[in-house]
T-cell receptor, first 115, second 117 residues
Framework: AAGVIQSPRHLIKEKRETATLKCYPI?????VYWYQQGPGQDPQFLIS???????DKGSIPDRFSAQQFSDYHSELNMSSLELGDSALYFC??????????????FGQGTRLTVV | AQKVTQAQTEISVVEKEDVTLDCVYE???????LFWYKQPPSGELVFLIR??????QNEISGRYSWNFQKSTSSFNFTITASQVVDSAVYFC??????????????FGKGTLLTVNP
């Protein structure tokens, strides 16, 4: 079965550079969630989208922005990268509007390293 | 505010032992969801179970079982006859249902389980 696809899987950037992470949800899933997991930490919710509209927001820095496109894929744009942005970034997708939406499945994550 | 506490940072067992991972949560909502995820060394998050606050039935899936007790705000996870492949970090998570994304999860700090041969 198709899963959530994240690209790239690994990314190395220098401080102050920009990065774009992509998430392709499971086919027909219309909801996307982004999480950030620092080294040795638990995942932290960043932002979510339902039907291309932002549905909820967590601890996402102002330097980050995200959107969901008409094909439901999502991109997380990160500017002025800092060393502390080094983390594993997860995307998850589910189908349907809360509270009746289906299980959310996570992608394998993008490991961002800022040097 | 919601909070998930996994008091056990690390647990080490020998294969075939049973092991219970504790999870205590805090929320002011009456409707919420509880989850367990497994994160093996490869890094992906593997969904194990979702339980809503109105369903206190315990669940068993193979060697895995979950004990949900609202009275003590706990959602503990037991692995029976543990295997080396069970070695991973296990996260308990909570989501409140406020009409927004109910996968806006608050995770516990995780429990690193090491199963030795």
């Amino acid at each position: 079965a198709a899963g959530v696809i994240q690209s790239p899987r690994h990314l190395i950037k220098e401080k102050r550079e920009t990065a774009t992470l992509k998430c392709y949800p499971i086919p027909r899933h219309d909801t996307v969630y982004w999480y950030q997991q620092g080294p040795g930490q638990d995942p932290q919710f960043l932002i979510s989208f339902y039907e291309k509209m932002q549905s909820d927001k967590g601890s996402i820095p102002d330097r980050f922005s995200a959107q969901q496109f008409s094909d439901y894929h999502s991109e997380l744009n990160m500017s002025s990268l800092e060393l502390g942005d080094s983390a594993l970034y997860f995307c998850a997708s589910s189908l349907g509007a809360p509270p009746l939406n289906t299980e959310a499945f996570f992608g394998q994550g993008t490991r961002l390293t800022v040097v | 505010a919601q909070k998930v506490t996994q008091a056990q940072t690390e647990i080490s067992v020998v294969e075939k032992e049973d092991v219970t991972l504790d999870c205590v949560y805090e929320t002011r909502d009456t409707t919420y969801y509880l989850f367990w995820y497994k994160q093996p060394p490869s890094g992906e998050l593997v969904f194990l179970i979702r339980r809503n606050s109105f369903d206190e039935q315990n669940e068993i899936s193979g060697r895995y079982s979950w004990n949900f007790q609202k009275s003590t705000s706990s959602f503990n996870f037991t692995i029976t006859a543990s295997q080396v492949v069970d070695s991973a970090v296990y996260f308990c998570a909570l989501s409140e249902d406020r009409g927004g994304s109910n996968y806006k999860l608050t995770f516990g700090k995780g429990t690193l389980l090491t199963v030795n041969p």
